[in-house]
């Protein structure tokens, strides 16, 4: 029904466009028409390509949309009573193909389907009756926003295949139709563009990892949802408007190999090996730095495997990233060995200031299959200072393997989990390091490490842990000192052996909470003392 009535539509724009490009020849103007699409705009859909560039190319700052997004935000919080008057509504700003798709994509995405109450008797013809039947399962958004361009004059086909979605997880193959799922393509600017609003509009939220809450992007359109599941939240994502290629190949694969828009298509086999990777993973301009990274990982004899992470230049600054190790199987307690050791003291995550780098370092403490997922938001240093939670949200994660283990390292020091080295502390405190950039010291008995400060803290507190050693005792081994601008750690390790250095501090403006002083994870060292 839906390819009918949007053969219909487009064949009424054609006769617009016919006409219009008659006018044009004696009214030779610009490239755009009247009608808000350019007078070169293809009469009928050209067969499926590469884009000519990327979205980047097309904007980088979702700002230059501000007009469209605002008036498609004012015209959801109407009640249009046809799809002609809704896309003329939506489109009355519009200045290009693009801007169209744009406005019908944030009026889909504004509408939250949760707080949403529909007449049953609506006619089949009222835009509202298509979201009823997408809030009760009926209908979905593919088939939505292929109406309404359809309406505006843009070509658009639905494309079906698999999705890295609800339920998935890494290296899992697709032999049944657990994870089917459809999206749309656009014709937009010169080139078929990939629109995801189901992905764009809503999120699945998790709360379970990391003890913080954690939304992590779903795809909600199987049989198996839940009218007004809570734990459904709708959030723009602008990720899922005009997605490349190279990035949507991560969580979709089609039946026909065309639509993947890529010069060198994949195969089925190759899409399950692919990293599993979220929007944020890209909104966050992270790239791994192994093209052949796949989502499932060997550890060597030793349980040894890294993963490396390059960060963007816009999000050195700010972007802090976490991690959860856990058993694959994800029962209760399944972030922890049978003796109690948490398994993220298998896990040591750190900076490669030189490039920008981040490196998890994982020794498997056993033969059983591992899931790792990392975690990244962007912080800012008054954000963090203030001691407030910070929620992270799941960037990519791996399946850990190893078939034969032979040796089993010990774990890190029990500190506080996330980055160890300085590169922290410079980022979030102005704190930059004069003795020791690595985040692992070897050294004797005795050592010394200085920070110059950028800017005024008032207090520190260093603490030194140790396996088997209860931390109070090592306190009387660590002191701190503060002289004018500069930090003074000064250490005395009583036995040779690994320690972990965690520091804290306290911005001097900072307010009380209910009358304390506040203390915030600085950064951390990992230590290895020889003591003759």
Same mark, same amino acid.
């Given at each position: 029904?839906?390819?009918?009535?949007?053969?219909?539509?487009?064949?009424?724009?054609?006769?617009?466009?016919?006409?219009?490009?008659?006018?044009?020849?004696?009214?030779?103007?610009?490239?755009?028409?009247?009608?808000?699409?350019?007078?070169?705009?293809?009469?009928?859909?050209?067969?499926?390509?590469?884009?000519?560039?990327?979205?980047?190319?097309?904007?980088?700052?979702?700002?230059?949309?501000?007009?469209?997004?605002?008036?498609?935000?004012?015209?959801?919080?109407?009640?249009?009573?046809?799809?002609?008057?809704?896309?003329?509504?939506?489109?009355?700003?519009?200045?290009?193909?693009?801007?169209?798709?744009?406005?019908?994509?944030?009026?889909?995405?504004?509408?939250?389907?949760?707080?949403?109450?529909?007449?049953?008797?609506?006619?089949?013809?009222?835009?509202?009756?298509?979201?009823?039947?997408?809030?009760?399962?009926?209908?979905?958004? !593919?088939?939505?926003?292929? *109406? /309404?361009?359809?309406?505006?004059?843009?070509?658009?086909?639905?494309?079906? $295949?698999? @999705?890295? =979605?609800?339920?998935?997880?890494?290296?899992?193959?697709?032999?049944?139709?657990?994870?089917?799922?459809?999206?749309?393509?656009?014709?937009?600017?010169?080139?078929?563009?990939?629109?995801?609003?189901?992905?764009?509009?809503?999120?699945?939220?998790?709360?379970?990892?990391?003890?913080?809450?954690?939304?992590?992007?779903?795809?909600?359109?199987?049989?198996?949802?839940?009218?007004?599941?809570?734990?459904?939240?709708?959030?723009?994502?602008?990720?899922?408007?005009?997605?490349?290629?190279?990035?949507?190949?991560?969580?979709?694969?089609?039946?026909?190999?065309?639509?993947?828009?890529?010069?060198?298509?994949?195969?089925?086999?190759?899409?399950?090996?692919?990293?599993?990777?979220?929007?944020?993973?890209?909104?966050?301009?992270? !790239?791994?730095?192994?093209? *052949? /990274?796949?989502?499932?990982?060997?550890?060597?004899?030793?349980?040894?495997? $890294?993963? @490396?992470? =390059?960060?963007?230049?816009?999000?050195?600054?700010?972007?802090?990233?976490?991690?959860?190790?856990?058993?694959?199987?994800?029962?209760?307690?399944?972030?922890?060995?049978?003796?109690?050791?948490?398994?993220?003291?298998?896990?040591?995550?750190?900076?490669?200031?030189?490039?920008?780098?981040?490196?998890?370092?994982?020794?498997?403490?056993?033969?059983?299959?591992?899931?790792?997922?990392?975690?990244?938001?962007?912080?800012?240093?008054?954000?963090?200072?203030?001691?407030?939670?910070?929620?992270?949200?799941?960037?990519?994660?791996?399946?850990?393997?190893?078939?034969?283990?032979?040796?089993?390292?010990?774990?890190?020091?029990?500190?506080?989990?996330?980055?160890?080295?300085?590169?922290?502390?410079?980022?979030?405190?102005?704190?930059?390091?004069?003795?020791?950039?690595?985040?692992?010291?070897?050294?004797?008995?005795?050592?010394?490490?200085?920070?110059?400060?950028?800017?005024?803290?008032?207090?520190?507190?260093?603490?030194?842990?140790?396996?088997?050693?209860?931390?109070?005792?090592?306190?009387?081994?660590?002191?701190?000192?503060?002289?004018?601008?500069?930090?003074?750690?000064?250490?005395?390790?009583?036995?040779?052996?690994?320690?972990?250095?965690?520091?804290?501090?306290?911005?001097?403006?900072?307010?009380?909470?209910?009358?304390?002083?506040?203390?915030?994870?600085?950064?951390?060292?990992?230590?290895?003392?020889?003591?003759?």
């Amino acid at each position: 029904m839906v390819d009918q009535q949007a053969k219909e539509m487009l064949d009424l724009w054609r006769q617009a466009r016919y006409q219009q490009r008659d006018y044009d020849v004696d009214e030779t103007t610009s490239s755009c028409s009247s009608t808000g699409v350019p007078s070169s705009y293809p009469t009928t859909p050209p067969p499926p390509m590469p884009p000519s560039c990327s979205k980047r190319h097309i904007y980088t700052d979702t700002s230059v949309f501000t007009q469209i997004d605002q008036l498609a935000v004012s015209v959801a919080s109407q009640e249009m009573q046809t799809f002609t008057e809704l896309v003329r509504s939506l489109t009355a700003g519009a200045r290009s193909d693009v801007d169209k798709a744009r406005a019908i994509y944030r009026w889909i995405t504004v509408k939250n389907l949760n707080v949403m109450t529909f007449d049953p008797n609506l006619d089949k013809d009222n835009p509202m009756s298509l979201l009823r039947g997408i809030k009760y399962g009926t209908e979905s958004y !593919h088939v939505l926003f292929k *109406r /309404l361009c359809s309406y505006a004059g843009l070509h658009c086909d639905v494309i079906k $295949g698999f @999705s890295k =979605s609800a339920g998935y997880q890494p290296g899992i193959p697709f032999p049944d139709n657990r994870f089917r799922n459809t999206w749309n393509a656009a014709f937009l600017d010169g080139s078929w563009r990939f629109v995801q609003c189901n992905w764009g509009a809503r999120h699945l939220v998790n709360a379970k990892d990391l003890g913080v809450k954690n939304g992590d992007r779903r795809s909600i359109e199987d049989k198996n949802e839940i009218e007004g599941d809570a734990n459904l939240r709708y959030e723009y994502d602008d990720h899922y408007f005009m997605t490349d290629p190279e990035e949507m190949i991560y969580e979709f694969f089609p039946d026909d190999a065309q639509w993947q828009l890529l010069p060198r298509p994949i195969t089925l086999k190759q899409f399950e090996q692919l990293p599993f990777v979220r929007s944020l993973f890209f909104r966050f301009g992270l !790239h791994f730095t192994d093209p *052949r /990274l796949q989502a499932i990982l060997k550890a060597d004899r030793s349980g040894a495997v $890294g993963i @490396s992470l =390059s960060m963007g230049p816009e999000s050195t600054k700010n972007l802090i990233l976490h991690y959860y190790l856990r058993f694959f199987d994800g029962t209760e307690n399944s972030e922890t060995l049978q003796n109690g050791c948490s398994l993220k003291r298998y896990v040591m995550q750190s900076m490669n200031t030189k490039n920008d780098v981040v490196l998890f370092r994982v020794h498997v403490p056993t033969s059983e299959p591992l899931l790792l997922d990392i975690f990244a938001n962007s912080v800012s240093a008054e954000h963090y200072l203030t001691g407030q939670p910070v929620k992270f949200k799941s960037v990519c994660k791996f399946k850990i393997i190893c078939e034969h283990l032979c040796h089993v390292m010990v774990p890190l020091p029990e500190c506080a989990s996330g980055e160890w080295g300085p590169y922290k502390a410079t980022r979030l405190f102005g704190l930059i390091p004069i003795t020791h950039e690595d985040p692992i010291i070897n050294c004797g008995q005795y050592c010394d490490i200085r920070f110059r400060m950028l800017r005024p803290l008032n207090e520190f507190v260093a603490n030194l842990h140790r396996n088997g050693v209860d931390s109070k005792r090592l306190q009387r081994c660590v002191q701190c000192s503060v002289y004018e601008n500069e930090i003074l750690i000064s250490l005395e390790f009583p036995d040779e052996g690994q320690y972990g250095l965690e520091l804290y501090t306290r911005d001097s403006n900072q307010k009380t909470l209910n009358g304390k002083q506040l203390f915030t994870h600085c950064c951390k060292y990992l230590i290895n003392s020889r003591v003759q």
